[in-house]
């Protein structure tokens, strides 16, 4: 049986996380391994998990001191120390379904593929009872209709970062951009798909993604978040530019997604960190002439 790497980076999360590692532990596949990487939780998270570290494949370990805080750097150590032939990320507030790391490692295994993309759901917890209410999919649309690669770019299509079950070998040494905050997520997909790989699906919903009071998005600091936006996707168009994709209509695409992010953020008058994102934008426009 292949290991598979399952990677939680985790924030204070101690009054969840439990429930995450009980969704790994009653797994149908039982080659795996669970790395979580502690981002500096303030909680009783470290208590938490060494009550499950009686189960050898669970491993903890601290984000070091001189690598960057967030969850990205958290993501890329944890990587780091795996040693899985398969890799999935997992949020350490989410769950996956018993049967996500059997089907989506013998989906990968008969189709010989690079990642395998499940479905996923929204899910609350009846506060009294427990009981998981599954809400709407993470994306209506699942299965690409023309290019995947194009269509997860203009949004026809999408996946969470939880979705995907990666073979190693088709991973860079740093899948995760350190330097954002948001929209990671959509890069590190998109950066892949720019690469030669073969892509498998599973209709079937694999994972449950958790909808609570206490998310980054529900604290979003505008200006910040069009910065995270706009530079991902500069780096993106760097990455279609290194891969040879002369597709025009990614490029004007990305490029008029940076301007609405740009223009929004003047419209709501906050100006922090509007030059560097003026910037790039305007680097973003030279680039794609240069390319033509």
Known sequence: MNLISVIVPSYNRASLIGKTIESLINQTYSNWELII???????NSEKVIKSFLNDSRIKYFKRPADRAPGGNAARNFG??????????WLDSDDLLEPKCLELQVHQMLEGNSDVCFCRSR?????SETGKIVQGSYWHENFY???NILDD?????IRFSNNDGLWKRKALPAKP????LRNSQEFLMISRMLTK???VSLI????VLIRLHTNQMADSRDYAQYARNQILARFLLMKELKLSGNTNMKLNYYLIKSNLHYLTNQIRKKDFKHLKFNLSLCLKSINNLILFL
Do not use: C, M, P
Request: glycine share 10%; hydrophobic share 30%; aromatic share 18%.
């Open 144 to 146: 690409s209709l023309n």
């Open 79 to 88: 990587y780091e120390k795996s040693k899985g032939d398969y890799i999935k």
């Open 152 to 156: 997860f770019i203009f949004g026809k």
């Open 122 to 126: 929204f899910f609350s917890q009846e």
């Open 37 to 43: 990487v502690d981002d500096g939780s303030t909680d």
């Open 203 to 206: 209709e079937s919903v694999l």
């Open 176 to 179: 995760y951009a350190e330097g």
């Open 196 to 198: 030669d790989l073969k």
